[in-house]
Structure formats: structure tokens, C-alpha cells
């Protein structure tokens, strides 16, 4: 089935259009939703989400456009990711910074520019050195607070809050060196 039937009969809400979208993206979303969440959910919340992408994106069959379906999906399934992240660290204290590999969500486009901004992005937080390194990472990959933060890093709050302000000013510099304007 091509695209633009899938969204005709999506919109119609023939689930034999939901079954080829289900055969045909599963293992993207499941890979999206393994790289976001590293090691911090189970294979149960992986598959629960994975189900929850597409009856999203069953339930918004008018959103899709031809051409666009696969980063629709894949979108649907990060923000379904986040959202349950967040929703697990408000309960949970401690992520280990040493499971973190955000390149591997970095490089998840098949833009050929996008994931060379990636990368170039990855290597200048990777360069800043810690604890800057970590404090973006936490905040901006794992979605923690500066509650949270604070708690693994044994900081207060508000000194991560400050770190983090002045670790992406830093971070903008050494992006722009390099040509990337944030």
C-alpha cells in the first residue's frame, strides 16, 4: 500500500490502512523510544508506547500529510517518550550519566545536514566538560529539573540553574565558531 492510500483509508478509519502503518513502523518507533529511554523503561512501557504512537496517530489520521508520515510518527513516539520519562522522574531520583549516549538520538534523521548539526552539537557538549556536560544532558536529553539535578550531582537547585545558564552561553559560542546559530 502506498503512502497516500494509507492516509486516505487512515482518514477513513479502515484498519487495514493502521495494520500496514503498525507493519511498516514498528521498529522505527520501538528504536526512538529505546534511544531516548536508554535503559530507563521496560520492554512492557517500550511496547505500551509503541501501541500508544499509533493509536495517536490513528486518532489524528487528518494531521498526516503524503510525504511526512514517517516524521509524524516518529515525532508522536519522542513526545510520548518525554512525556513518560518526565512522568518517571518526578518518582525517581538517580539516572546514571554513564547509560547516556545521545548521539544515538542525535543521528535518528535521515537528513544528511541534520545530522551533522547533530553530531557537531554532540562533540561541543562533549567538549565543555563536566559538570557542564552532565547538567545538559540531564536537562535537555533526560528531561530532569534542577531539583532533580541537584540531587544526583549533590548540588542545590539554584547553583544548577545557574550552572546551566552559563553552560549554554557556552555552549552557543562554541556552536557559532563552528558556524551553527542557535
Given at each position: 500500500m502506498n503512502e497516500e492510500t494509507m492516509i486516505k483509508k487512515l482518514r477513513q478509519q479502515d484498519s487495514e490502512a493502521l495494520d500496514e502503518a503498525i507493519r511498516k513502523y514498528t521498529r522505527l518507533v520501538s528504536a526512538i523510544i529505546c534511544n531516548i529511554a536508554g535503559d530507563q523503561l521496560t520492554a512492557e512501557d517500550?511496547?505500551?508506547l509503541t501501541e500508544d504512537t499509533f493509536i495517536a496517530m490513528w486518532y489524528n489520521a487528518d494531521k498526516l500529510e503524503e510525504g511526512k508520515v514517517k516524521a509524524y510518527i516518529c515525532q508522536i513516539a519522542k513526545n510520548k517518550t518525554k512525556n513518560r520519562l518526565r512522568d518517571n522522574n518526578k518518582h525517581s531520583k538517580v539516572v546514571s550519566i554513564e547509560n547516556m549516549s545521545p548521539e544515538d538520538d542525535f543521528l535518528l534523521t535521515d537528513d544528511i545536514e541534520e545530522k551533522q548539526?547533530?553530531?557537531?552539537?554532540f562533540e561541543a557538549i562533549d567538549e565543555m566538560g563536566e559538570p557542564d556536560?552532565?547538567?545538559?544532558?540531564?536537562?535537555?536529553?533526560y528531561y530532569q529539573n534542577s531539583k532533580q539535578i541537584g540531587e544526583v550531582m549533590k548540588m542545590n537547585a539554584q547553583t544548577v540553574r545557574t550552572k546551566l545558564y552559563r553552560a549554554k552561553d557556552k555552549l552557543k559560542k562554541i556552536l557559532s565558531e563552528r558556524g551553527i546559530i542557535i
Open positions: 517500550v511496547e505500551e548539526i547533530s553530531m557537531t552539537l556536560r552532565e547538567i545538559i544532558l540531564r536537562k535537555y536529553y
